[in-house]
């Protein structure tokens, strides 16, 4: 993969939960599933995304579907979000990172080379063996498909023609195998009635080899589902079929147990704002123009912020803290020390900005405003860009959670500010838009059908004579 891309930090990487809502008003809910490790501090939360940052390498009935979330949202309880796809027939459920910075769907294949066999998730690791599906077949090397691999990978034959593909990560880790083709099975809420098994065909990775982080058992989960734009990606491969729109949305919970959802579709909210994607690029890059604190615009010039060579600002739903180009960085923290207020004393911990109080963070810091081309602005509470880190005689230690990645020029928007946030990923209309919400709350999902209207959806209200149907799609937190 170039190297300027930024893939998947199998550390804290969010993973799943995705509706999709497809023609005929049908929709497909997958969900969030989170695990968490033992809590760790501002520093190695850093160290973490570094690692991520040089690893950024005809209609179907298709309904809801809602699985339950587990886990977390704590930042210092090291988690990653993942959840189940059924693949093959019969169909075999596997447990599955979601990517944003990445294209292919991968699963560990049956055998595999370095793949781990348990898991520290407390989850049953499953291989695929195509053999074992009757309507499995091998991607070969002539198939036009195996050249759309080449767009997100290193890819090769086989002696036995098979299309074969490498993932290589920064640090170290990789996996290799072929493309397979077969069915993913949805279970579905279609109209008011539930049905099992609806599919779609779908190409994705069979990992015979694994390296690095990727065979470690403690956060070991059974492959990857990658959102990026290219075209082996599962979300381009279903919406050209006509089965989902081009389009995913995801909601973060950020209190009280975390969460989430994921939407192959768009969330509906009143308040949405929306900014261009900027073209041709391979992660979801941002015009970032300017930033203010406590409603004073800061002097940085906005072409430190431009997608230009290793320079560029990208919404990424994988890296848990966010990041600033460094020639905008100390700016910043200078700006935020200078508009506190009350009882605040600033210290510096390992190089991070942090402040002792025993106040209201809410009360005592400045809000943050990020603007974007075409109007879009993004407030950001204190607790958007500040993690409570320690205590120092039994009072609270905050830090500030926005880091800088030194040498660059690269401004990251991770799971910090995206939190408590609608986002939606408009593809086909390449834009990016947010609002903020409370993610424990149902979501509406619109869609248009092959007669041009549009329908919302929102659970339980099922009203097949009206226009417009809406279905509850909520968060569910296990704790």
């Known amino acids: 993969m170039p190297p300027a891309m930024i893939l998947l930090l199998t550390a804290v990487a969010l993973l799943l939960t995705a509706v999709v809502v497809g023609g005929e008003g049908k929709s497909l809910m997958l969900t969030l599933e989170r695990a968490s490790h033992e809590g760790v501090g501002v520093s190695q939360l850093r160290d973490r995304d570094r690692v991520r940052h040089g690893r950024l390498l005809q209609q179907q009935p298709v309904g809801v579907v809602d699985f339950q979330v587990e886990g977390t949202y704590d930042p210092y309880l090291v988690g990653l979000y993942y959840t189940r796809?059924?693949?093959?027939?019969?169909?075999?459920?596997?447990?599955?990172?979601?990517?944003?910075?990445?294209?292919?769907?991968?699963?560990?294949?049956?055998?595999?080379?370095?793949?781990?066999?348990?898991?520290g998730l407390q989850i049953e690791l499953e291989f695929f063996d195509p053999q074992s599906s009757s309507t499995a077949s091998p991607i070969s090397c002539s198939d036009q498909r195996c050249a759309l691999g080449a767009q997100s990978s290193d890819s090769g034959c086989s002696d036995q023609n098979q299309c074969g593909y490498t993932f290589q990560y920064g640090d170290g880790s990789g996996t290799s195998g072929y493309y397979v083709?077969?069915?993913?099975?949805?279970?579905?809420?279609?109209?008011?009635?539930v049905t099992s098994n609806n599919s779609a065909s779908v190409v994705f990775g069979c990992s015979t080899s694994q390296s690095g982080d990727l065979t470690k058992p403690d956060r070991a989960v059974d492959g990857i589902f990658g959102f990026g734009q290219q075209g082996l990606s599962v979300?381009?491969?279903?919406?050209?079929?006509?089965?989902?729109?081009?389009?995913?949305?995801?909601?973060?919970?950020?209190?009280?147990?975390?969460?989430?959802?994921?939407?192959?579709?768009?969330?509906?909210?009143?308040?949405?704002?929306y900014t261009p994607l900027v073209p041709s690029q391979p992660h979801y890059n941002v015009n970032l123009q300017?930033?203010?604190?406590?409603?004073?615009?800061?002097?940085i010039d906005s072409s430190i912020f431009a997608t230009?060579?290793?320079?560029?600002?990208?919404?990424?739903?994988?890296?848990?803290?966010?990041?600033?180009?460094?020639?905008?960085?100390?700016?910043?923290?200078?700006?935020?020390?200078?508009?506190?207020?009350?009882?605040?004393?600033?210290?510096?911990?390992?190089?991070?900005?942090?402040?002792?109080?025993?106040?209201?963070?809410?009360?005592?810091?400045?809000?943050?405003?990020?603007?974007?081309?075409?109007?879009?602005?993004?407030t950001l509470r204190p607790q958007d860009y500040?993690?409570?880190?320690?205590?120092?005689?039994?009072?609270?230690?905050?830090?500030?959670?926005?880091?800088?990645?030194?040498?660059?020029?690269?401004?990251?928007?991770?799971?910090?500010?995206?939190?408590?946030?609608?986002?939606?990923?408009?593809l086909g209309g390449q834009r990016i838009g947010w609002a903020n919400y409370d993610c424990s709350s149902s979501v509406n999902v619109s869609t248009t059908t092959s007669t041009g209207k549009t329908e919302f959806f929102n659970a339980g209200q099922v009203d097949n004579s009206a226009d417009n149907q809406v279905f509850n799609l909520t968060v569910q937190v296990s704790l």
């Open 85 to 119: 796809v059924k693949l093959g027939t019969p169909p075999k459920e596997f447990y599955v990172q979601i990517d944003t910075g990445s294209d292919v769907l991968w699963v560990s294949c049956n055998p595999c080379n370095g793949c781990p066999t348990s898991s």
């Open 181 to 193: 083709y077969d069915s993913m099975y949805f279970d579905s809420i279609v109209g008011n009635s």
């Open 235 to 273: 979300i381009s491969q279903l919406s050209s079929q006509g089965v989902t729109p081009n389009a995913f949305s995801h909601c973060l919970k950020g209190e009280n147990g975390g969460g989430g959802i994921l939407v192959l579709g768009q969330i509906v909210e009143p308040n949405m704002v």
């Open 290 to 299: 300017s930033i203010a604190v406590n409603g004073q615009r800061l002097n």
């Open 308 to 378: 230009s060579g290793n320079r560029g600002t990208i919404i990424d739903s994988g890296t848990t803290l966010a990041y600033l180009a460094e020639e905008a960085y100390d700016p910043f923290v200078s700006a935020i020390t200078e508009a506190v207020s009350g009882p605040v004393r600033p210290i510096l911990s390992k190089g991070t900005q942090c402040y002792v109080t025993s106040s209201s963070v809410s009360e005592n810091f400045p809000p943050v405003t990020l603007n974007f081309a075409g109007g879009a602005s993004m």
């Open 386 to 426: 500040l993690l409570q880190q320690s205590s120092i005689s039994g009072i609270p230690v905050w830090c500030v959670g926005i880091q800088k990645i030194q040498g660059q020029g690269i401004t990251i928007l991770g799971d910090l500010v995206l939190k408590d946030k609608i986002v939606v990923y408009d």
